[in-house]
Antibody, heavy 121, light 106 residues
């Protein structure tokens, strides 16, 4: 069964940093684009970042540009999100999601179970 | 920036048809994907590229996309279909989600 497992969340003071990880299994990780999506408590989904299969193309939401860095290690079948200069509004469950289709306009499937990041002010 | 508009809530009687809309400027020119999220769970893809159902998704889920509105249709709605539904597109290399619709099966 295709699986994504996030880790690295926690309680962090405002201005702090975290590195989230997403470990993939049961599919050829290097063949797929990947994304990070977050969901603030009681709110909707917000796309955060995209990375192509070879890391050659990367996109960010305006709300995180300059503070977040997406990366991947295909040999380790892992996706990462380095989060710096954390703000209260970054408090959310962070999901990794595999990209579907052959272009950046693809869908998100499957999703990991998420990891909670809480920023204390 | 591109915006997607969904109704906050939709109610449907058990066994009847629910329709959840997703409005956006000329959305017909984009691929629309739909996700279902139940409380405390990660989202699950139910429709991709407007009309396609992933394996394992019941046939009662279908989608359409025309003009400025995409629609997710759930025929013969079941109690287990309750949850939040999100439409999603890409615009200018940015992922965009609708605000979400809470579906209640009465």
């Amino acid at each position: 069964e295709v699986q994504l497992v996030e880790s690295g969340g926690g309680l962090v003071p405002a201005g702090g940093s975290l590195r989230l990880s997403c470990e993939a299994s049961e599919f050829t990780f290097s063949d797929y684009t990947m994304n990070w999506v977050r969901q603030a408590p009681g709110k909707g989904l917000e796309w955060v970042s995209y990375i192509s299969s070879s890391s050659g193309t990367i996109y960010y939401a305006d709300s995180v540009k300059g503070r977040f860095t997406i990366s991947r290690d295909n040999a380790k079948k892992s996706l990462y999100l380095q989060i710096n200069s954390l703000r209260a509004e970054d408090t959310a469950v962070y999901y990794c999601a595999r990209g579907g289709g052959s272009t950046v306009t693809g869908w998100f499937d499957p999703w990991g179970q998420g990891t909670l990041v809480t920023v204390s002010s | 920036s591109y915006e997607l508009t969904q109704p906050l809530s939709v109610s449907v009687a058990l066994g009847q048809t629910a329709r959840i809309t997703c409005g956006g400027n000329n959305i017909a020119s984009k691929d629309v994907h739909w996700l279902q999220q139940k409380p405390g769970q990660a989202p699950v893809l139910v429709i991709y590229r407007d009309t396609n159902r992933p394996s394992g998704i019941p046939e009662r889920f279908s989608g359409s996309n025309s003009g400025n509105t995409a629609t997710l249709t759930i025929s013969r709605a079941q109690v287990e279909d309750e949850g939040d539904y999100y439409c999603q597109v890409w615009d200018s290399n940015t992922g965009v989600f609708g605000g979400g619709t809470k579906l209640t099966v009465l």
